[in-house]
């Protein structure tokens, strides 16, 4: 049988997701791309800027590997919809170009949403069942209208996130009546435009498409969109809809009554409708549901998902799964938290009153035991605050809509927790059924397509073939019993509360509220041209391409190195120049007007004339630490190979003629090759910068203990890396590994000679990673040749390479390697993401992390062009120009 898959692309709040479904199998495969919205510029912390291109190309990149994880072909796929976050907007011209765009965070229309509140609440609210919020369409487009009126007079349909993307596949304007009816525009009770109140608050009509039904064939994949996508040109493109409604067609939540949360980055606690009803006091949110005839009672219980993510991090942010960290923690303590209780990260919907989100955690050091079942009692109270904060909103949104909910529906992120689904089923004491893939609103996007396609004939058949595969948690007795008393008492902590976190709001707001702005963009309407000769990887080139428009000639690739005539001929018409080896001197940048910036992915721009660069107002930027996982990663190496007597073990084998199965060869490996663990050893760092730190993050990993010496780091400081701070002697005396990661200076030259590897302990180890003149090698030699030391690693040498006949590699417990510490290729990727994110920041307020004049990066204005020198510059450059200046014999001195 022919494969038949199904695509659905998800616009989420931090990442875009591709999932491709078999309509035969249910076999899901999905992948993932993150993204961050930027602030607008000139809106303090309320306005975010969203970027339909950027979406558009993270999309496609996640379609690539979920097609990738399908082992799918472009022909595979027979139909593709899209969903995305309600009260996401976009608003095109004519011709189909943004004109603006922002997802659900922006709030900069919040004098207009406050107005309309004031004015119109209580009508809008029963017209379209939302009350009005800064996020919602009506008082962005009343913002819009305002503070753009070239883009207002060129507006040409209103969309949501989803719609854009979908105008992307196939080039009609569309959407449905599930995000419509997010605008504040569109008619509870109909299914139709508000026409009334659209004339009333005198927006053109022709701004709205006519809503279509979710699943409904809205035009076929064009050749541009399917190329970037790796899928047919040709297929049906679907009508999709608002996400949490696409999550509930996921998890098969469809009839009147059906309860479900969809919990990823927000918590909508929703019950399907079969009708709107009354909710005097507004405090839910009622819309539709992708189904016709059916609607949704909302009470969102906030942004959970988000809070747990910064929580999770901030416990466990060294793991790749901090929030699976978090939820082990959780389960490992009992109901009730030990007494803990937390309202951190959620809250009781009033749609009348948003608020921002403020919670506490009520903690006593009495109450909590010692060790590791402390964190789990705090994580514990974490995760039920958020499961109460669940509960008390699906009674709210049960209460006011007259239903008795008898299971729950529990989609999105947390749905893939099994520790969390019983957690919540004995919170609510209801049997909580979580969707079969945690990514319930691609598939409900997926489901669409399937219809749009004809493998379904409707929704609800799409929904009971390839929804339906739920996993079930009933509650446990004991514990479901233990959160009826928990509850309460929350309950109440919660509203006693109130008065305390409102006050806390008005200083949390106060603090966020950025000083009065006096000064105008400090960044030109036109993209900066960025020129790229730095090797950098696939994801750093998009994010630049997000700031700019970029140029990559990688260095490796051209195989060329730019200084002089060349430089200045490749740079003309750049703004921007990242550079690795490129020599830019005094006299290259006299001759480039246009040039603003200047980074150097290097430790130290050794190929930057920095002074130069300074006199006419060019920022310069270096990637320090770019290598530092690198070399970290080669000075445990070095530890774990001399402990285990590796070079011995392989030269045993290979070295010592023998016949397979010869038993003297594992005769002499059990007498001579005894080794040693990381474990309970003490590793000793001299330095405790971003390689140091590096190394020690891995030796603690092994069980290791880790001392350092650095003058310029402090004990708090050291302890924050999990390092005990000693004096220079101590470490000498107590290491079993001495390693070396400092800068070279006057001080530090020669650190370890003779008296030094006397001082060590005997049997232990050298390493040195960082600079050969921080060590004698003949002292070394010497003390290897005693016996007193048991073994060395290095990777610098007073020579380089060292010659063969070098005393260090006479030595079969010495490992030397030519320099190989900074050489590979993630070292790219490290790289790009330093000079980027760094590059945005430069752009955004000027306040890079790494400038190597500060001063000037701050006072940097691309709108403006570059000032003319005068004489004294003029005269300064040509002394530089005649200087030894930056030249491409400094590129062989290596800077960590």
Same mark, same amino acid.
């Given at each position: 049988?022919? @494969?038949?898959?199904?695509?659905?692309? *998800?616009?989420?709040?931090?990442?875009?997701?591709?999932?491709?479904?078999?309509?035969?199998? !249910?076999?899901?495969?999905?992948?993932?791309?993150?993204?961050?919205?930027?602030?607008?510029?000139?809106?303090?912390?309320?306005?975010?800027?969203? *970027?339909?291109?950027?979406?558009?190309?993270?999309?496609?990149?996640?379609?690539?590997?979920?097609?990738?994880?399908?082992?799918?072909?472009?022909?595979?796929?027979?139909?593709?919809?899209?969903?995305?976050?309600?009260?996401?907007?976009?608003?095109?011209?004519?011709?189909?170009?943004?004109?603006?765009?922002?997802?659900?965070?922006?709030?900069?229309?919040?004098?207009?949403?406050?107005?309309?509140?004031?004015?119109?609440?209580?009508?809008?609210?029963?017209?379209?069942?939302?009350?009005?919020?800064?996020?919602?369409?009506?008082?962005?487009?009343?913002?819009?209208?305002?503070?753009?009126?070239?883009?207002?007079?060129?507006?040409?349909?209103?969309?949501?996130?989803?719609?854009?993307?979908?105008?992307?596949?196939?080039?009609?304007?569309?959407?449905?009546?599930?995000?419509?009816?997010?605008?504040?525009?569109? *008619?509870?009770?109909?299914?139709?435009?508000?026409? *009334?109140?659209?004339?009333?608050?005198?927006?053109?009509?022709?701004?709205?498409?006519?809503?279509?039904?979710?699943?409904?064939?809205?035009?076929?994949?064009?050749?541009?969109?399917?190329?970037?996508?790796?899928?047919?040109?040709?297929?049906?493109?679907?009508?999709?809809?608002?996400?949490?409604?696409?999550?509930?067609?996921?998890?098969?939540?469809?009839?009147?009554?059906?309860?479900?949360?969809?919990?990823?980055?927000?918590?909508?606690?929703?019950?399907?409708?079969?009708?709107?009803?009354?909710?005097?006091?507004?405090?839910?949110?009622?819309?539709?549901?992708?189904?016709?005839?059916?609607?949704?009672?909302?009470?969102?219980?906030?942004?959970?998902?988000?809070?747990?993510?910064? %929580?999770?991090?901030?416990?466990?942010?060294?793991?790749?799964?901090?929030?699976?960290?978090?939820?082990?923690?959780?389960?490992?303590?009992?109901?009730?938290?030990?007494?803990?209780?937390?309202?951190?990260?959620?809250?009781?919907?009033?749609? @009348?009153?948003?608020?921002?989100?403020?919670?506490?955690? %009520?903690?006593?050091?009495?109450?909590?035991?010692?060790?590791?079942?402390?964190?789990?009692?705090?994580?514990?109270?974490?995760?039920?605050?958020?499961?109460?904060?669940?509960?008390?909103?699906?009674?709210?949104?049960?209460?006011?809509?007259?239903?008795?909910?008898?299971?729950?529906?529990?989609? !999105?992120?947390?749905?893939?927790?099994?520790?969390?689904?019983?957690?919540?089923?004995?919170?609510?004491?209801?049997?909580?059924?979580?969707?079969?893939?945690?990514?319930?609103?691609?598939?409900?996007?997926?489901?669409?397509?399937?219809?749009?396609?004809?493998?379904?004939?409707?929704?609800?058949?799409?929904?009971?073939?390839?929804?339906?595969?739920?996993?079930?948690?009933?509650?446990?007795?004991?514990?479901?019993?233990?959160?009826?008393?928990?509850?309460?008492?929350?309950?109440?902590?919660?509203?006693?509360?109130?008065?305390?976190?409102?006050?806390?709001?008005?200083?949390?707001?106060?603090?966020?509220?950025?000083?009065?702005?006096?000064?105008?963009?400090?960044?030109?309407?036109?993209?900066?041209?960025?020129?790229?000769?730095?090797?950098?990887?696939?994801?750093?080139?998009?994010?630049? !391409?997000?700031?700019?428009?970029?140029?990559?000639?990688?260095?490796?690739?051209?195989?060329?190195?730019?200084?002089?005539?060349?430089?200045?001929?490749?740079?003309?018409?750049?703004?921007?120049?990242?550079?690795?080896?490129?020599?830019?001197?005094?006299?290259?940048?006299?001759?480039?007007?246009?040039?603003?910036?200047?980074?150097?992915?290097?430790?130290?721009?050794?190929?930057?004339?920095?002074?130069?660069?300074?006199?006419?107002?060019?920022?310069?930027?270096?990637?320090?630490?770019?290598?530092?996982?690198?070399?970290?990663?080669?000075?445990?190496?070095?530890?774990?190979?001399?402990?285990?007597?590796?070079?011995?073990?392989?030269?045993?084998?290979?070295?010592?003629?023998?016949?397979?199965?010869?038993?003297?060869?594992?005769? @002499?490996? %059990?007498?001579?090759?005894?080794?040693?663990?990381?474990?309970?050893?003490?590793?000793?760092?001299?330095?405790?910068?971003?390689?140091?730190? !590096?190394?020690?993050?891995?030796?603690?990993?092994?069980?290791?203990?880790?001392?350092?010496?650095?003058?310029?780091?402090?004990?708090?400081?050291?302890?924050?890396?999990?390092?005990?701070?000693?004096?220079?002697?101590?470490?000498?005396?107590?290491?079993?590994?001495?390693?070396?990661?400092?800068?070279?200076?006057?001080?530090?030259?020669?650190?370890?000679?003779?008296?030094?590897?006397?001082?060590?302990?005997?049997?232990?180890?050298?390493?040195?990673?960082?600079?050969?003149?921080?060590?004698?090698?003949?002292?070394?030699?010497?003390?290897?040749?005693?016996?007193?030391?048991?073994?060395?690693?290095?990777?610098?040498?007073?020579?380089?390479?060292?010659?063969?006949?070098?005393?260090?590699?006479?030595?079969?417990?010495?490992?030397?390697?030519?320099?190989?510490?900074?050489?590979?290729?993630?070292?790219?990727?490290?790289?790009?993401?330093?000079?980027?994110?760094?590059?945005?920041?430069?752009?955004?307020?000027?306040?890079?992390?790494?400038?190597?004049?500060?001063?000037?990066?701050?006072?940097?204005?691309?709108?403006?062009?570059?000032?003319?020198?005068?004489?004294?510059?003029?005269?300064?450059?040509?002394?530089?120009?005649?200087?030894?200046?930056?030249?491409?014999?400094?590129?062989?001195?290596?800077?960590?």
């Amino acid at each position: 049988m022919a @494969r038949r898959l199904l695509m659905g692309l *998800d616009v989420g709040g931090g990442s875009g997701r591709a999932l491709v479904v078999d309509a035969n199998s !249910g076999t899901v495969s999905s992948a993932r791309s993150p993204w961050s919205y930027p602030r607008a510029e000139h809106s303090g912390p309320l306005g975010f800027d969203a *970027d339909i291109d950027a979406i558009f190309t993270h999309l496609c990149d996640a379609s690539h590997r979920a097609l990738a994880d399908a082992d799918a072909t472009s022909g595979d796929v027979v139909g593709i919809a899209v969903t995305s976050m309600r009260y996401g907007l976009a608003i095109f011209d004519a011709a189909g170009a943004a004109l603006y765009a922002g997802p659900n965070r922006d709030a900069r229309a919040v004098g207009e949403g406050l107005r309309l509140a004031a004015e119109h609440g209580e009508a809008l609210h029963a017209a379209t069942g939302h009350f009005p919020m800064p996020i919602m369409a009506a008082p962005r487009l009343q913002w819009l209208r305002a503070n753009d009126s070239d883009a207002w007079s060129r507006a040409h349909a209103v969309l949501a996130l989803n719609d854009a993307v979908t105008y992307r596949l196939c080039g009609q304007f569309s959407t449905d009546p599930s995000q419509a009816g997010e605008t504040l525009l569109f *008619d509870l009770a109909d299914r139709s435009w508000a026409w *009334d109140w659209i004339d009333r608050l005198d927006f053109p009509r022709a701004l709205f498409p006519a809503p279509s039904e979710p699943g409904s064939r809205i035009g076929e994949l064009s050749s541009d969109a399917a190329d970037a996508l790796g899928l047919r040109a040709g297929i049906p493109v679907a009508v999709g809809g608002a996400d949490t409604q696409c999550g509930l067609l996921g998890v098969a939540a469809l009839e009147a009554g059906d309860a479900a949360v969809i919990a990823g980055t927000t918590a909508p606690v929703e019950i399907v409708l079969d009708r709107p009803v009354a909710d005097p006091d507004a405090r839910c949110w009622q819309g539709h549901h992708l189904v016709r005839d059916r609607w949704v009672i909302e009470s969102s219980a906030g942004p959970t998902g988000e809070a747990l993510d910064w %929580f999770a991090e901030l416990v466990h942010g060294d793991v790749s799964d901090p929030v699976g960290a978090l939820l082990a923690d959780a389960a490992d303590s009992s109901p009730g938290a030990g007494g803990l209780l937390s309202t951190y990260g959620t809250q009781l919907m009033n749609a @009348r009153a948003p608020a921002l989100p403020i919670g506490q955690l %009520f903690i006593s050091h009495l109450l909590a035991a010692a060790g590791a079942e402390r964190r789990a009692h705090v994580a514990r109270s974490v995760v039920e605050g958020i499961a109460f904060g669940m509960r008390v909103n699906l009674e709210q949104a049960a209460g006011i809509a007259g239903v008795r909910v008898d299971r729950l529906r529990l989609g !999105g992120g947390m749905s893939r927790s099994a520790t969390f689904s019983q957690l919540l089923a004995n919170v609510t004491g209801l049997p909580v059924e979580a969707g079969g893939t945690s990514e319930a609103t691609a598939l409900g996007a997926a489901l669409c397509a399937g219809v749009a396609s004809g493998v379904f004939s409707d929704l609800r058949e799409g929904a009971s073939r390839l929804a339906n595969s739920l996993r079930v948690f009933e509650p446990e007795a004991n514990a479901a019993d233990r959160y009826t008393e928990v509850y309460e008492g929350w309950n109440q902590l919660r509203e006693a509360s109130a008065p305390a976190e409102e006050l806390a709001r008005g200083l949390s707001m106060r603090a966020m509220m950025p000083p009065a702005a006096t000064a105008t963009s400090k960044v030109p309407s036109a993209r900066p041209r960025i020129l790229v000769t730095a090797a950098l990887d696939a994801t750093s080139l998009a994010q630049l !391409g997000e700031l700019g428009d970029v140029e990559y000639a990688s260095y490796r690739e051209a195989k060329r190195m730019l200084q002089g005539e060349p430089l200045v001929e490749a740079l003309q018409g750049f703004e921007i120049f990242i550079t690795e080896i490129d020599v830019v001197d005094a006299d290259s940048v006299r001759s480039l007007p246009e040039l603003r910036v200047v980074a150097s992915c290097r430790g130290n721009a050794v190929n930057v004339d920095v002074e130069a660069c300074s006199l006419l107002g060019i920022p310069v930027l270096n990637a320090p630490g770019r290598n530092a996982d690198a070399v970290a990663d080669l000075a445990l190496a070095f530890m774990l190979m001399l402990a285990r007597r590796f070079p011995a073990a392989a030269a045993l084998l290979r070295d010592t003629p023998h016949e397979p199965g010869e038993m003297r060869i594992l005769g @002499r490996a %059990f007498g001579e090759l005894r080794g040693q663990e990381l474990w309970r050893k003490t590793v000793g760092l001299i330095g405790l910068g971003a390689v140091g730190r !590096g190394v020690a993050r891995r030796a603690r990993s092994f069980g290791a203990s880790v001392i350092a010496f650095d003058p310029y780091v402090d004990a708090e400081r050291s302890a924050r890396d999990g390092v005990e701070a000693v004096s220079f002697d101590e470490l000498l005396e107590r290491s079993d590994f001495v390693s070396l990661h400092a800068p070279v200076s006057d001080e530090t030259r020669g650190l370890l000679g003779a008296q030094q590897f006397a001082q060590m302990r005997a049997g232990s180890y050298v390493i040195n990673t960082a600079r050969a003149v921080l060590l004698d090698e003949s002292a070394l030699a010497d003390a290897l040749l005693s016996g007193h030391l048991a073994g060395a690693g290095l990777d610098v040498f007073v020579d380089e390479p060292p010659g063969s006949k070098n005393r260090l590699l006479a030595f079969s417990n010495v490992i030397a390697t030519p320099h190989i510490g900074g050489n590979t290729g993630e070292v790219a990727a490290h790289q790009g993401q330093i000079i980027t994110e760094d590059l945005a920041r430069l752009l955004r307020d000027g306040s890079p992390r790494f400038a190597l004049n500060p001063e000037v990066a701050l006072s940097l204005d691309l709108t403006t062009p570059r000032s003319a020198p005068d004489a004294a510059v003029l005269a300064r450059l040509a002394e530089l120009a005649e200087g030894p200046g930056p030249s491409s014999s400094d590129l062989n001195r290596t800077k960590r």
